[in-house]
């Protein structure tokens, strides 16, 4: 039986100091996921856990008009924060879409931020082939009945999605990431803080051993920006988006003057639509330019079957969501 | 028989007598059980689906600490493998040879002090196998297929004959996708042996079938085995099989002499104690332009574990539906290597009826008649297999009423005419009828000096409300209060009882009850019957009515006394009476067809025309379930039926990997059920008079509400969108 070790330090110098000085030690970071895939499903081994949830990392502050919010503020603290309410609405509107009241009330930024993928065949030891489990070995997942998978950012030695709602609002608004290690601290926009899985898909962010995320800046965007946050999802609560959409315009005279535009449920990582919002940008907002907006957003997917359908069904988000934000009427 | 009774306690919406007990964590179901020096056992799974076991190696976990026993195919002592039962053959013993049949199978079980221990060792077993091509797709050449399985395929009439003379054939074909049963409360087995008995509490539906089989297994006499289950956390059809994991646990727990409890952990729930099978379906039906039936063929075709059978009767829903003279139906069985499927609630009714109501819609569209007005043109009148009159049908008031609350006739008919905004809105319905089994069943009932009535049977309250309900029979019969009567079921000591499981309980057990407080009465006026002290002295009991907690003249309710006076002028602690009823129809001589539970739901749905959403916003049941025992549990009882129809409708597919056959889906994050915001109010309203046949007027419900909703709900998802769904689930890429 193997024997873990626990820790729970107060203070985050104490914490990183512990994790860095011990290759078999890991962050209780992404409790939700990271609790299920050492006890529950016996997928990943650790000898120490450090838990984090003490550290004086709660809360959130403004700052020249930036949201700094703490690695361990819960989920539900964030959406019911003030400025989150009046001033990010959409990041308001992800967070509530994500996950049960319960979960939230546990769940951290953090720690949604350093989820791992839901794919149950990373997740099932009893499948051999899995690069992200076991590198070299294949992805079995490209065979099965793949539909919580992804389709941008994929190939065929990874299609294991991720699943955070949050985070396609916040790579929308250029959050990002404040990380301290025992190299001292270091910021990297959100945007460059996932890596896709390429040849090595057990690699899923820029975290280095001893690495964690204090905290996450959050730019407030500048008045007569109209953001919203759109989720398809199989069941009306409590279940993880076949297709999310984070949209937001600024429109001056008719023109696309800022054009934001995320997807989660299909991408390896959350996912930014950069060539849509180029190509809205200094357009009319009307439904052929959201269409071709759609088009160029699902530009070569990599699908299996099983996943085809989220293409078209991401493009019709797309559009719609356009829609809703730009106030044009179906 | 006593007279009418005055008291009026069946029927009324009496909360449940075990609520206080379950909401207080009082109600010990059969994974709370522990004894002071109990072990815990964690089952090793196959991760292949076909081959055989070449090597086991077990050294490591013998050697982590905790661990007394890892019991495998290699070292596993001789039992009897195979013991009959009601629903065919005991499962598979999985550990019986070194073959495995499906991925999944249990390969060997670890027992150690602790779970922990257990689970950690048991992920340190290691298993080499030799793989052999499994047989996976239910169209495979290659799978065995059994032909009427059941023995239960009919034809009346001329079908190919009548198919070619009718005005407009139909013929079409439907798939159901595999579901899990997923009760709430993870199936447990806690077993422990004294001097050669096996006590267990186990997860069951029917504790005297699981004795009769662990004492088959065990090779034991009956009486050395005793199944408890006073409490259960959903079944659902999941409980009416001894699963190898029972076998597995009473196993253990001999070799180690100690008490050892197993919990099946939610992923292997998937894979341990059944599940509701795929089907495909053929379906022809010939009408006249007129809207007559004139002939119905139904195939379906389940699949079910390799070595293991299952009674899935698909089409038998059909032959008793509608007036129709020529009709064939045909059940097949599909051996493939996956887990043992077994009765899921409903089994081939919900998947039969979803496909004929489902074709009864379609054809009343090609037709241009009102989907209701086509049903109502083939009423059957008489069962139209048997022609005997029905023992009670008010389907047409069902169709009557259902109509009524939901507004059906002010619909417009035309399919996509409906809108509000983005959402296109739609209307369906689908009517059935669904029949009880049920085999005999006992029942002990005593009253004491106290006032206060015992009842005692072997059957069981799986969260239905069968305490509450024998509780308001008895109160009703012997005149007492509710809380006067203790009720003692969910042993298998107990007078023999019928499953939890057919819908048949409530029938017989309510026949038991009846029976048995007749007998009751009876004794009491045989203890006065030459008693100068009694007012009721040499009466009868058709001259006696029982309430308040006494006798008394039906036409002089002044003259009586209490029980209690009975009781202690006769130095007597309490009487006792046993009851037995065999509610099983004969073969021959019957006047009536006994009926089951008829029902009509109404659907509406909203189909997002863009994003393919798809979300049921009104559902309304009317249903003729007899003389309903208590409208809350009655009703609870139905609506729970339709919220897991809901499920099966839009959300559930248990996923199976194609290339190798392991469920993709086995946890609460990956197979979805319904959550509550996707649920609408449901409406449920009974109608109809208490049934001929039997003496309570009785017919069970436990199903009857799962049945009908899933074609309701396609044939609103038709009206909404005009696309045609003949696929279960319903899901989004199939509205896009």
Redesign the interface.
């Known amino acids: 039986?193997?024997v873990l070790e626990y820790r729970r330090p107060e203070q985050v110098a104490e914490a990183i100091a512990l994790v860095s000085a011990d290759p078999g030690a890991a962050y209780l970071a992404g409790g939700t996921t990271q609790l299920d895939l050492l006890l529950?499903d016996?997928v990943v081994e650790y000898g120490t856990l450090v838990d984090i949830g003490r550290l004086p990392l709660r809360g959130t502050s403004v700052v020249d008009g930036v949201l700094r919010v703490g690695a361990v503020t819960t989920m539900e603290e964030l959406a019911a924060d003030a400025v989150v309410i009046e001033r990010l609405p959409m990041v308001r509107e992800a967070l509530l879409s994500g996950a049960s009241t319960q979960l939230r009330n546990m769940a951290t930024i953090g720690g949604n931020l350093l989820q791992r993928t839901?794919c149950?065949?990373f997740r099932?030891?009893?499948?051999a082939a899995c690069n992200k489990r076991a590198p070299g070995s294949g992805c079995?997942a490209v065979?099965?009945?793949a539909?919580?998978h992804a389709i941008l950012g994929a190939g065929e030695n990874c299609i294991a999605l991720h699943a955070s709602d949050l985070c396609v609002a916040l790579v929308a608004l250029d959050a990002v990431v404040g990380i301290e290690g025992p190299d001292g601290q270091r910021s990297v926009p959100l945007t460059e803080f996932y890596v896709m899985p390429g040849e090595r898909p057990d690699v899923e962010n820029v975290l280095a051993h001893g690495e964690m995320i204090t905290h996450v800046d959050v730019p407030l965007p500048a008045a007569g920006l109209r953001a919203q946050y759109v989720k398809?999802r199989?069941?009306?609560?409590?279940?993880f988006a076949?297709v999310s959409a984070a949209a937001a315009l600024r429109i001056e005279e008719g023109a696309i003057t800022e054009a934001r535009l995320a997807l989660g449920g299909v991408g390896t990582v959350p996912w930014r639509a950069w060539a849509a919002e180029d190509l809205l940008r200094g357009r009319q907002a009307d439904e052929a330019n959201f269409r071709a907006a759609a088009e160029v957003a699902l530009r070569d997917p990599y699908t299996v079957p099983g996943t085809e359908?989220k293409v078209?069904?991401a493009q019709?988000?797309i559009?719609?969501t356009l829609k809703y934000v730009s106030g044009a009427q179906? | 028989m006593t007279a009418p009774s005055p008291n009026k306690i069946v029927g009324e919406p009496v909360d449940r007598i075990d609520g206080q007990l379950k909401v207080t964590g009082g109600a010990h179901y059969p994974s709370d059980v522990g004894y002071p020096d109990m072990a815990h056992a964690v089952l090793v799974?196959s991760?292949i689906a076909s081959g055989t076991i070449r090597a086991i190696d077990t050294a490591d976990a013998l050697a982590?600490?905790?661990v007394f026993a890892v019991i495998t195919h290699e070292n596993v002592p001789e039992l009897v493998h195979e013991v009959m039962t009601p629903f065919g053959p005991s499962p598979r013993f999985p550990l019986k040879d070194n073959r495995i049949v499906h991925?999944g199978q249990h390969v060997a079980v670890v027992v150690a002090e602790t779970l922990?221990?257990a689970r950690?060792?048991s992920?340190l077993v290691r298993v080499e196998y030799d793989e052999t091509a499994a047989i996976l797709d239910i169209d495979d050449p290659r799978a065995q297929v059994t032909t009427n399985p059941y023995e239960m395929d009919v034809e009346r009439g001329d079908v190919e004959k009548a198919l070619a003379s009718a005005d407009i054939v139909y013929d079409e074909r439907f798939h159901t996708a595999p579901v899990t049963n997923n009760p709430l409360g993870p199936f447990a087995a806690v077993a422990r042996w004294d001097d050669g008995r096996l006590l267990i509490h186990s997860s069951t539906q029917w504790p005297v079938m699981e004795r009769h089989v662990l004492a088959g297994i065990f090779s034991l006499d009956e009486s050395a085995v005793q199944v408890l289950v006073p409490y259960l956390g959903g079944g659902f059809g999941a409980g009416l099989r001894t699963w190898p994991h029972t076998v597995l646990t009473a196993l253990a727990a001999r070799i180690l002499d100690r008490p050892v409890k197993l919990v099946v952990?939610r992923p292997q729930m998937f894979t341990s104690v059944g599940h509701r099978p795929e089907t495909v379906q053929h379906l022809r039906i010939g009408a006249t332009s007129d809207g007559r039936l004139v002939a119905i063929d139904h195939e379906g075709t389940s699949t079910t574990g390799a070595e293991e059978s299952n009674l899935e009767p698909i089409t038998v829903v059909t032959r008793e539906a509608y007036d129709c003279p020529n009709l064939a139906t045909h059940d097949r069985l599909v051996a493939l290597n996956i887990p043992n499927p077994g009765a899921m609630r409903a089994p081939g009714h919900a998947e039969g009826s979803f496909a004929l109501e489902s074709a009864m819609d379609e054809l009343s569209h090609r037709l241009g008649i009102d989907p209701l007005e086509l049903r109502l043109r083939n009423f059957a009148e008489v069962n139209p297999q048997t022609r005997l009159p029905w023992s009670s049908n008010a389907l047409r008031e069902c169709y009557r009423v259902g109509a009524e609350r939901f507004g059906w006739h002010h619909r417009n008919a035309e399919p996509g005419s409906l809108r509000d905004?983005?959402w296109l809105i739609g209307h369906g319905m689908a009517a059935v009828s669904y029949s009880w089994w049920a085999t005999p069943c006992r029942a002990t009932l005593s009253l004491g000096r106290d006032g206060g009535a015992r009842l005692r049977a072997a059957a069981t309250d799986i969260g239905t409300g069968t305490y509450t309900i024998a509780a308001q029979i008895v109160a009703e019969l012997l005149g007492l209060e509710v809380d006067q009567v203790h009720v003692e079921i969910g042993d298998s000591a107990l007078p023999l009882a019928p499953p939890s499981g057919g819908s048949g309980l409530a029938v017989a057990f309510g026949g038991a009850i009846e029976d048995a407080a007749a007998h009751l009465v009876r004794a009491f006026l045989d203890l006065v019957r030459d008693d100068d002290r009694s007012p009721l002295r040499g009466r009868d009991p058709d001259e006696v009515i029982a309430t308040n907690g006494r006798l008394q003249l039906s036409d002089d309710p002044g003259v009586g006394e209490s029980y209690t006076a009975i009781l202690e002028r006769h130095g007597k602690d309490e009487l006792s009476a046993e009851g037995e009823t065999d509610p099983t129809p004969k073969a021959e001589g019957m006047t009536m067809s006994p009926a089951g539970a008829f029902a009509a739901q109404f659907a509406e749905v909203r189909v997002h025309e863009?994003?393919?959403?798809l979300?049921v916003t009104r559902l309304v049941a009317a249903v003729d379930a007899g003389r309903v025992l208590n409208e809350k549990t009655a009703r609870s009882q139905v609506a729970g039926g339709m919220v897991m129809a809901i499920g099966m409708t839009?959300?559930e597919e248990t996923?199976?990997?194609?290339?190798?056959g392991?469920i993709?889906?086995?946890?609460f994050?990956?197979y979805?059920i319904?959550?509550?915001?996707?649920i609408p109010d449901l409406d449920v309203v009974f109608v109809g008079e208490p049934d001929r046949y039997n003496p309570m007027g009785i017919k069970g419900i436990g199903e009857v509400g799962i049945t009908c909703a899933p074609a309701a709900i396609a044939n609103a998802v038709y009206h909404a969108t005009g696309k045609r769904i003949r696929s279960l689930p319903i899901?989004?890429?199939e509205l896009?």
Request: aromatic letters at 6%; glycine letters at 10%; proline letters at 6%.
């Open positions: 039986m193997s529950k016996g839901r149950r065949y099932d030891r009893a499948v079995a065979r099965g009945p539909r919580m398809v199989d069941r009306a609560s409590y279940e076949l359908f078209g069904l019709r988000l559009v719609r179906t | 799974q991760t982590a600490p905790g991925h922990e221990e950690a060792a992920r952990p905004g983005e863009e994003l393919g959403l979300k839009q959300f996923a199976f990997d194609p290339a190798t392991r993709t889906n086995a946890t994050g990956d979805l319904p959550v509550s915001a996707d899901t989004i890429e896009l």
